[in-house]
């Protein structure tokens, strides 16, 4: 059986690394296609290195475009790759524009299409994730799900055909790298950080950066909350040139840095007090290393971890709604998490080889 994976940014990179080596355990030949969604060697680069991902058989180099010519360039791509190369199933993760360009590509070759991360929704159609990952899921003839919620948001929608719930392999990269992050990672000694002693916080998503009144609202209650902690910023590309092009600066107490690899940032989030972000993924390493969160978003898809309160919402309205829920999670006892009650035990990726070779025989 011949996959080809199209994986295109971060989050993607860390849950291909348990699946492709995986598949290559029960004999599956896989050919990792990189559409360049990420291209900075921070954000690319440095994954398939730590993570030991093999080097993508194409690369795309398509990347920093809106949302339409992107995911239209990366379509063209794969397609022509897809032509070429003829795999039986196209594998793809997550809820980015690779991913949609990725399912609609291979769906229109009449190619098999399977989604890991299937079945989550954050329910808001402002947001180009929630439509990326809605649609891979009604192409996608295998759906990789890593939750309950995410099974009976599928059903809900009609689809029950190819469902299976596999487990989070966000959660089988955690385990991959948390001990090669304590002996490797030399980050807070770089940074002069005391574990237990910071914040970390993120900001990348569209719906935040792409609106300059949310995205000043948030940097300014992460400058309020900066006045009393230590507060780390690894700051995304795009969003560091939007806030240049507003003229927004970083306040005093932020440590902004360049964005880090896996390891230093497991490193710093598992030490890290309290995590802010409005990322879908950091959300999760927050909860599987026991760490309050706080999400910068009015909804978000891991809607269990905000019902077990692990997690809080904090829409971005006013700075001073912000800042009382940052400062209320500062106070939260770090939760005790209980990660195979929702995610699994940490073998996702060989229940998703499993089933894929399967279908080979």
Not at 67 to 75: F, I, P, V
Not at 146 to 161: F, I, K, S, Y
Not at 242 to 265: C, K, Q, W, Y
Not at 266 to 280: F, H, K, N, P, Y
């Amino acid at each position: 059986m011949k996959i080809t994976t199209v994986v295109g940014a971060r989050p993607q990179f860390i849950k291909a690394a348990p699946v492709s080596r995986a598949l290559a355990a029960v004999g599956v030949a896989e050919a990792i296609l990189h559409t360049g969604q990420h291209f900075d060697a921070g954000m690319s680069d440095v994954f398939f290195r730590e993570l030991e991902i093999a080097a993508p058989a194409r690369h795309l180099g398509i990347g920093g475009l809106p949302h339409g010519a992107m995911t239209g360039r990366m379509l063209e791509g794969i397609e022509q790759a897809l032509l070429e190369d003829r795999p039986d199933c196209v594998l793809v993760y997550g809820d980015t524009d690779s991913t949609l360009a990725g399912a609609l590509a291979a769906v229109k070759l009449n190619i098999s299409v399977a989604h890991v991360e299937a079945g989550l929704r954050s329910f808001n159609l402002a947001m180009p994730e929630e439509v990326n990952r809605r649609v891979a899921d009604h192409v996608s003839s295998l759906l990789f799900a890593p939750t309950e919620a995410a099974v009976e948001n599928l059903r809900r929608e009609g689809l029950m055909d190819g469902v299976h719930r596999v487990g989070d392999v966000m959660y089988d990269a955690a385990l991959l790298v948390a001990n090669s992050a304590r002996a490797r990672s030399t980050v807070l000694s770089r940074l002069g950080l005391r574990a237990g002693g910071y914040v970390l916080a993120t900001v990348h998503r569209a719906e935040n950066t792409d609106n300059a009144a949310r995205l000043r609202i948030i940097i300014g209650a992460l400058g309020e909350l900066a006045r009393e902690i230590p507060l780390v910023l690894p700051l995304h590309p795009r969003t560091r040139k939007i806030m240049t092009s507003l003229g927004l600066a970083i306040p005093p107490g932020i440590r902004a840095i360049e964005p880090v690899g896996f390891l230093d940032m497991v490193m710093l989030e598992q030490s890290a007090r309290l995590i802010a972000t409005d990322s879908g993924g950091v959300q999760k390493e927050a909860y599987f290393h026991g760490v309050p969160c706080v999400t910068l978003r009015e909804e978000t898809e891991w809607v269990e971890l905000v019902e077990i309160g692990a997690n809080r919402l904090a829409a971005p309205v006013s700075v001073a709604a912000v800042r009382a829920a940052l400062f209320a999670a500062l106070e939260t006892p770090r939760p005790q998490p209980e990660v195979h009650r929702f995610y699994g035990d940490g073998h996702a990726a060989g229940r998703i080889a499993g089933i894929l070779a399967a279908r080979a025989h």
